[in-house]
């Protein structure tokens, strides 16, 4: 569509910084005058990847390549709702042999929510259990600007995924509590029209 004068506009709601509003793919030609246009309202300020990645860790969203890929299955990912009760039942999807069982609780991993209130948790830093043994690792992390709090998900053994869990993560080679949250942090609140 054509967006300020600028054609060839693809506008979608895709949501992955987890905000209601829209993403706006321009043509390279078109994106400065698009940017120009959109900058003369005064509510509209510039931001960058940072602001735009603790949207999407606030609202619990992953990160393909961080805190998903080709290894991870939707149940061990916390999606499991992207697959239907159909599919479920006819098991007619890729890696359904290994994912169903999954879904009736037999997994050996999870994707979880972690707060803190020490440093920031990055991505790769141990996640250890209260005892001080590697458990898991911190997939994606940064302060939440929402909650005046540092927020992260990770991969836990099952047995740790429960929100409340306190665990340990090393940050900067040094052990802080954290605590198993649900996600997402920050809850949605998408205009929905009625």
């Not at 994912?99 to 991993?109: D, F, S, T």
């Not at 972690?114 to 690792?137: D, N, Y």
Request: charged share 20%; hydrophobic share 35%; glycine share 10%.
């Amino acid at each position: 569509m054509e967006v300020f004068g600028v054609s060839g506009c693809r506008v979608t709601r895709c949501g992955y910084t987890g905000e209601d509003g829209v993403e706006i793919s321009v043509p390279a030609v078109g994106a400065v005058r698009l940017a120009t246009a959109l900058l003369e309202n005064p509510e509209v300020k510039l931001a960058g990847l940072a602001a735009r990645d603790s949207l999407r860790l606030e609202a619990g969203l992953c990160l393909y390549g961080n805190d998903i890929d080709e290894h991870t299955t939707p149940v061990e990912g916390s999606l499991s709702w992207t697959l239907g009760k159909r599919r479920r039942a006819a098991m007619d999807f890729p890696g359904a042999a290994v994912i169903v069982p999954q879904l009736k609780g037999k997994v050996q991993r999870r994707r979880v929510g972690l707060t803190c209130e020490g440093a920031p948790m990055r991505a790769h830093s141990p996640i250890l259990s209260t005892e001080g043994t590697v458990i898991g690792t911190v997939t994606s992390g940064c302060p939440s600007p929402c909650l005046k709090k540092n927020v992260a998900m990770g991969y836990v053994p099952s047995e740790y995924s429960r929100p409340g869990t306190q665990l340990l993560v090393e940050v900067r080679r040094k052990q802080q509590m954290a605590v198993v949250s649900k996600m997402p942090f920050v809850p949605t609140n998408y205009y929905i029209l009625k």
